[in-house]
């Protein structure tokens, strides 16, 4: 557990970090799932995204990102998409980085385990890019 805690602090500061980064030469955009606020163009626009469950727009982002780690990924196993449990995004560029947490499922030794998978996204002018991703089985 508290394995899974360190990585969920470790993409939190990456995610920071690359906001920092980037909110001197950021643009806002109005393109998003609506229940997102529109950024706020002082330096605090990591927003949380609400009620990701019946957020129809998160949960395909979600789907988007676990097909497409399942394309690069080599292994025999793929990850099975349940559900997107939390979600945060920012603005960058000409639109918003978003980080997904997502409940799934990954065979692991011809077991099935339940787990994490932590993904960043990028939309950008309706073009969805999977930035990067990584399983966390849940420890039981």
């Known amino acids: 557990m ?3 805690h360190n990585i969920i602090l470790l993409f939190s500061a990456i995610a920071l970090l690359y906001h920092i980064s980037i909110t001197t030469a950021q643009v806002p955009s109005t393109a998003g799932p609506p229940t997102a606020a529109p950024p706020s163009g002082n330096g605090d626009d990591i927003e949380v995204i609400k009620d990701v469950k019946n957020n ?3 949960q395909e982002l979600g789907m988007f990102a676990v097909e497409k780690q399942n394309l690069k990924e080599s292994l025999p196993s793929s990850i099975s ?3 997107v449990v ?3 995004r920012w603005p960058v560029d000409d639109g918003f980085m978003y980080f997904l947490n997502i409940n799934s499922k ?3 030794n011809d077991v099935e385990v339940e787990g994490s ?3 960043y996204v990028n939309v950008k002018a309706g073009d969805r890019t999977l930035k990067t991703g990584i399983f966390q089985a849940t420890n039981e």
């Open 117 to 119: 998978f932590f993904a």
């Open 106 to 108: 990954k065979k692991v």
């Open 2 to 4: 508290a394995f899974t």
């Open 81 to 83: 998409f349940i559900e």
């Open 56 to 58: 129809r727009d998160i």
């Open 86 to 88: 939390r979600a945060r």
